[in-house]
């Protein structure tokens, strides 16, 4: 029979292989050409793509490994894509062609390495089966005669993996053949069943949704009703507090929404065999929408892991903080540096326990509900505590594991599997959500007022920052807002409101509700916390001040280039406002020093009124400063941004 081949050529991708130290560490670009042969007559006659195999899964299942586990030869690399394009049914033979383009050969010239294999050593290798023998597992599953076989779908599925518990003191082990094929799992479904590839064979895997809707490609850009579903976990540290700031900065972004926070679970770390024991993981599950390109918000997510101290010292090492992207909306696809979903996500108990957590009719892209493929897990899932308010409480309330991982950070992970929580305990507010035609991750509704569980979860991180002076005192007067008459309500009513509040956007919009009251709060100690400190140590540093019956805000400016100096009451204002930094008065006091601040701003402001001048450059008339003294005006830069502006631009 004459076969038919199908070349791929120059599929890249950035990968951690190599012999050398300083390969595994920062990585390297990987470049892959791969030509496989099959009897492509049936396909070319039907037009039928069922009757062949799709190119765009072939190269994406190339990528997954490219991306996959650190393998330290080419040859073992190329073997790894040679496995997988066996498991496309109808292949036979395959030829893979590896270069690294950017190794220093030590001489000028380049380097890659050429394999080429065929179906009998596939089956050789996968224990004398090939993709077409193996059985689907689910009744209605049927594979096609090119079934896009998923090799790391299963991959636990039926191996010794599955045999018996961890034991007491050993990190759940996976084999590393076992890790190197389940990389590029989810890429390339076709919607009939999954095989998978293991040292020990090919074994049924889990049943899949047809990826019709999903057709793996290129990755696609989101739409607000898209979620992204993020998966935290960390074990170096105080990981807790690691994983608050990094939500804080998350909330702080304009273009990201967070919507929901799952419990917080103490999970057996899963490493290589090779891997030295480490100390038991917290993981969550973070539900986000954005307007960010996912490749942005992957930067975003990395750039916070970085801030939380993680050293990329290797796959699978310790670390205070990773930020993993297991699925955003509906995509199944790889750029250069995101592959969607994550690929081994559908075998991680640390990530399928608290997502069910949050949603209980969670699905996987390609892989299936989160539900069976956590109650699939052989060897369980890895859960041995979950911290359902974590956000809340403090450590002291936390459940016993967790009190003691986070007391003694450095304690090898005990394994001892714990039943996870039914999701109705845990997600009763849910409405129970259905598929009419694709799953999907989008439409989650929200659980609870995220933005208030964050604010209280600030008084962690108030703690963390002040060293336990202002734990506490944000929410005395969150609740001071919320249950009593302040000052601040009483004035809002008779607040004058006046276009002549020079260099002063005014909050004219009545706002009432304590939440919104809440926030304003939590912007003024935010204020405290990082932009008054800062302009405190540089008072020439551009600012404006916003001046109204509930706040005060006076904010460095990125676009506007007042001085500090020249916006008449800002320095005394932030004076003051810092004295009460140190030693930090309760919230309270802060709230009442702020509101007699307003009061007495506003008092001068109703008296300077008639007296302020516009300033010079501005035909709107509305970039003034707060003050009648038409000298000081004239000190102001002439390219400073209208204050109205620089309000709509902070505000967005
Ligand atoms: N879905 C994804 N989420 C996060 N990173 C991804 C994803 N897909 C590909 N990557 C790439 O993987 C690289 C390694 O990521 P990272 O260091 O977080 O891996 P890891 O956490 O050690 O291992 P694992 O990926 O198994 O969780 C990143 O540089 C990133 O570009
Ligand atoms: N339990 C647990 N194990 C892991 C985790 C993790 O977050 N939790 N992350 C890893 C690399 O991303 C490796 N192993």
Same mark, same amino acid.
Request: proline share 7%.
């Given at each position: 029979m004459t076969l038919d081949e199908i070349r791929i050529e120059d599929i890249e991708a950035f990968g951690y292989h190599g012999v050398f130290p300083h390969e595994r560490e920062v990585g390297q670009r990987f470049i892959a050409d791969v030509c496989v042969w099959l009897d492509t007559e049936a396909a070319g006659r039907q037009d039928d793509l069922d009757l062949t195999v799709n190119y765009a899964q072939l190269a994406q299942r190339v990528r997954s490994v490219l991306v996959g586990e650190p393998m330290q030869l080419l040859e073992a690399l190329a073997q790894r894509i040679a496995i997988e394009m066996f498991t496309f049914s109808g292949i036979e033979r395959a030829r893979i062609t590896l270069k690294k383009p950017d190794v220093d050969l030590g001489v000028p010239g380049k380097v890659s390495v050429t394999i080429e294999r065929d179906r009998n050593w596939a089956e050789q290798i996968l224990g004398g089966n090939g993709a077409e023998a193996t059985a689907p597992k689910a009744a209605e599953t049927q594979a096609s005669a090119f079934s896009g076989a998923g090799v790391g779908a299963a991959a636990l599925a039926g191996t010794g993996l599955a045999a018996?518990? @961890?034991?007491?003191?050993? !990190?759940?082990?996976?084999?590393?053949?076992?890790?190197?094929?389940?990389?590029?799992?989810?890429?390339?479904?076709?919607?009939? =069943?999954?095989?998978?590839?293991?040292? *020990?064979?090919?074994? @049924?895997?889990?049943?899949? &949704?047809?990826?019709?809707?999903? @057709?793996?490609?290129?990755?696609?850009?989101? &739409?607000?009703?898209?979620?992204?579903?993020?998966?935290?976990?960390g074990n170096l540290g105080d990981v807790p507090a690691h994983m608050k700031t990094a939500l804080e900065a998350l909330i702080d972004n304009p273009a990201i929404n967070v919507e929901e926070v799952s419990p917080l679970m103490l999970t057996e770390p899963v490493l290589a065999p090779d891997q030295d024991p480490q100390p038991a993981y917290l993981n969550c599950v973070v539900l986000v929408s954005t307007t960010l390109a996912l490749g942005e918000l992957l930067s975003f997510t990395q750039g916070l892991e970085a801030e939380a101290g993680r050293v990329r010292d290797g796959r699978w090492q310790a670390r205070p903080l990773d930020i993993d992207m297991i699925a955003a909306g509906n995509n199944?696809?790889?750029?250069?540096?995101?592959?969607?979903?994550?690929?081994?996500?559908?075998?991680?108990?640390?990530?399928?326990?608290?997502?069910?957590?949050?949603?209980?009719d969670a699905y996987l892209v390609g892989a299936g509900s989160v539900k069976d493929l956590l109650a699939d897990l052989p060897n369980g899932d890895g859960i041995n505590s979950v911290w359902e308010d974590w956000l809340n409480e403090d450590v002291k309330d936390a459940p016993p594991e967790i009190r003691q991982r986070l007391e003694h950070p450095d304690e090898v992970a005990p394994t001892v599997p714990r039943p996870l929580p039914t999701p109705s305990e845990t997600t009763s507010t849910f409405a129970p959500r259905t598929f009419d035609a694709a799953p999907t991750t989008a439409s989650i509704p929200m659980r609870r007022p995220l933005r208030e569980l964050i604010a209280q979860a600030n008084e962690a991180q108030s703690r963390h920052?002040? #060293?336990?002076?202002?734990?506490?005192?944000? $929410?005395?007067?969150?609740?001071?807002?919320?249950?009593?008459?302040?000052? =601040?309500?009483?004035?809002?009513?008779?607040?004058?409101e006046s276009d002549a509040k020079a260099g002063? =956007?005014?909050?004219?919009?009545?706002?009432?509700?304590?939440?919104?009251?809440? $926030?304003?709060?939590?912007?003024?100690?935010?204020?405290? #916390?990082?932009?008054?400190?800062?302009?405190?140590?540089?008072?020439?540093?551009?600012?404006?001040?916003?001046?109204?019956l509930r706040r005060i805000?006076?904010?460095?400016?990125?676009?506007?280039?007042? @001085?500090?100096?020249?916006?008449?009451?800002?320095?005394?204002?932030? &004076?003051?406002?810092?004295?009460?930094?140190? !030693? $930090?008065?309760?919230? *309270?006091?802060?709230?009442?020093?702020?509101?007699?601040?307003?009061?007495?701003?506003?008092?001068?402001?109703?008296?300077?009124?008639?007296?302020?001048?516009?300033?010079?450059?501005?035909?709107?008339?509305?970039?003034?400063?707060?003050?009648?003294?038409?000298?000081?005006?004239?000190?102001?830069?002439?390219? =400073?941004?209208?204050?109205?502006?620089?309000?709509?631009?902070?505000?967005?």
């Open positions: 018996g518990a @961890p034991s007491a003191v050993e !990190p759940v082990v996976l084999d590393p053949a076992d890790q190197d094929v389940q990389a590029g799992e989810d890429l390339a479904e076709d919607g009939t =069943a999954n095989v998978t590839a293991t040292s *020990t064979g090919l074994t @049924p895997a889990v049943a899949h &949704t047809s990826d019709e809707d999903f @057709p793996a490609g290129d990755i696609e850009e989101l &739409t607000t009703e898209d979620r992204v579903v993020l998966s935290f976990g199944r696809g790889a750029s250069s540096n995101l592959l969607l979903p994550h690929p081994r996500a559908w075998e991680r108990g640390f990530v399928l326990a608290p997502w069910l957590a949050i949603d209980p920052r002040r #060293d336990g002076q202002a734990s506490g005192r944000a $929410m005395d007067y969150f609740e001071r807002v919320a249950n009593e008459e302040t000052p =601040a309500k009483k004035g809002q009513a008779s607040e004058p002063v =956007a005014a909050d004219s919009e009545p706002e009432s509700d304590s939440a919104t009251e809440a $926030m304003e709060v939590k912007d003024l100690l935010d204020y405290e #916390d990082d932009e008054l400190v800062d302009t405190k140590i540089n008072p020439g540093a551009a600012a404006r001040t916003s001046t109204s805000v006076v904010r460095p400016t990125t676009t506007g280039a007042i @001085p500090i100096s020249e916006v008449p009451g800002a320095l005394e204002e932030i &004076t003051s406002a810092n004295d009460l930094l140190d !030693p $930090m008065p309760s919230a *309270t006091e802060i709230g009442d020093a702020v509101l007699e601040a307003e009061a007495s701003s506003n008092e001068a402001e109703a008296g300077d009124q008639d007296e302020k001048t516009d300033h010079a450059d501005d035909d709107s008339g509305k970039d003034k400063l707060q003050d009648g003294e038409a000298d000081q005006e004239e000190n102001i830069s002439a390219d =400073a941004k209208p204050a109205d502006d620089v309000e709509d631009a902070e505000q967005k």
